[in-house]
C-alpha cells in the first residue's frame, strides 16, 4: 500500500499523530494504519542481537525480561515515557520515526550502537542508529519504507540513564543523557541539539584518561542547545554538564 498508494502516514500508537492532527500541524489526511500488525511486536534474542519490534510499546518493553537483562537503560527509559497511558499505547517504531531531539529511547539506540532495520516493498535494508537522522526531524527513512524493527547487539560496559523533565510523569525531556562505562566510554544527550548526538570528542578524552573537570569543557563545546519553551539553552548546558559527572561518579 505504501507503494501503489502512498504517500500514506504509518499509524502506530498515534499518540503523536494525534497531537499532530490536534494541532493542525499534520497535512496529510491518508493513512495507514499498522496497531494489528503483530509480527512487528515481538521482542527476541538470536545470535547475539536484541531485536525489538518496532510495534514494541513502552509497556512491553518495560516488562520483557530480555529487554531488562539485555539493555536495561531502554526499560528506564520506558519507565519515563509520558505516563501509564502513553506507555501502553506509544511504541519504538514511532518514537524513532517522530524523529523529535527529545525522544528518551533515542540516546538509549545511540549507545547501544543499535540498527534500524528499515522495509519496503521491494527491499530490506539496515542502517546503523547513528547514521539514521541527517538533520532535525529528517532520517534516511523513505515514505515507501516502514520501519520494521531495530537490532541491538550485546552493549559491553555499565549502562546508565537519566532524564531531566519538569516533573516526573507527563513531561518532554529538558535533557536526557544515556551513557555507557567502558574502557571506550559511549555517551549520548538528547534536547541540545537538532538531532540526538553521541558526544565523541567527550567520549574519546574520558577514554584517554582525562578528569571529569576536561571531560566537560569537552562536552561544553560538543552540544548545541537552544532556548525553547521547555528550558534555556544556558540551563540545558549546566544540566547536560553535571549529568556527566553524575555519570562517571556513579559508574566507577
Ligand atoms: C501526553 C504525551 C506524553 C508524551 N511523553 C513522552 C515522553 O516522555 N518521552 C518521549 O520520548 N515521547 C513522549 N511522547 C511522544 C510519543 O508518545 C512517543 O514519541 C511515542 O513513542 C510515539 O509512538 P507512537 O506509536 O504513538 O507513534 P505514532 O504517533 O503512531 O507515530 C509517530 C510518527 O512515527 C511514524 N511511524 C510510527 N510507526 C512507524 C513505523 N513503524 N515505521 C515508520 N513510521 C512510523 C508515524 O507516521 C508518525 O509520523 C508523549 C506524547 C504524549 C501525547
Redesign the pocket.
Known amino acids: 500500500m505504501l507503494r501503489d498508494e502512498g504517500p500514506l502516514?504509518?499509524?502506530?500508537?498515534?499518540?503523536?499523530?494525534?497531537?499532530n492532527l490536534n494541532f493542525g500541524t499534520l497535512p496529510q489526511k491518508r493513512f495507514l494504519n499498522?496497531w494489528r500488525l503483530d509480527e512487528?511486536r515481538r521482542i527476541q534474542a538470536r545470535e547475539g542481537v536484541l531485536r525489538i519490534g518496532?510495534?514494541a510499546t513502552y509497556t512491553r518493553m518495560i516488562r520483557s525480561a530480555l529487554v531488562r537483562n539485555w539493555l536495561p537503560i531502554l526499560a528506564a527509559a520506558s519507565r519515563?515515557?509520558?505516563g501509564a497511558q502513553?506507555q501502553n499505547?506509544?511504541?519504538?517504531?514511532?518514537?524513532i520515526?517522530?524523529a523529535?531531539p527529545?525522544?528518551?529511547?533515542l540516546p538509549v539506540l545511540a549507545v547501544a550502537e543499535a540498527i534500524v532495520v528499515l522495509q519496503s516493498a521491494g527491499e530490506r535494508r539496515r542502517v546503523p542508529f547513528n547514521s539514521f537522522y541527517t538533520g532535525y526531524r529528517k532520517s534516511v527513512?523513505r515514505q515507501d519504507e516502514?520501519?520494521?524493527a531495530v537490532e541491538v547487539p550485546s552493549v559491553p560496559g555499565r549502562q546508565w540513564f537519566r532524564k531531566v523533565g519538569t516533573r516526573a510523569a507527563?513531561?518532554?525531556?529538558k535533557v536526557v543523557m544515556a551513557a555507557v562505562r567502558a574502557p571506550r566510554p559511549r555517551i549520548a544527550v538528547g534536547s541540545v541539539a537538532p538531532t540526538v548526538i553521541r558526544l565523541r570528542q567527550t567520549e574519546a578524552a574520558l577514554a584517554a584518561g582525562g578528569s571529569v573537570e576536561e571531560a566537560r569543557e569537552t562536552l561544553s563545546r560538543e552540544i548545541q542547545p537552544i532556548d525553547d519553551i521547555r528550558s534555556t539553552a544556558e540551563y540545558r548546558r549546566r544540566v547536560c554538564e553535571n549529568l556527566l559527572e553524575e555519570f562517571w561518579r556513579q559508574t566507577a
Request: overall charge negative.
Open positions: 502516514v504509518p499509524l502506530a500508537g498515534c499518540t503523536d499523530v494525534y497531537v499498522l512487528l518496532a510495534l519515563e515515557v509520558g502513553i499505547r506509544g511504541t519504538l517504531g514511532g518514537n520515526a517522530n523529535s527529545a525522544g528518551d529511547t527513512a516502514l520501519i520494521v507527563q513531561a518532554i525531556s
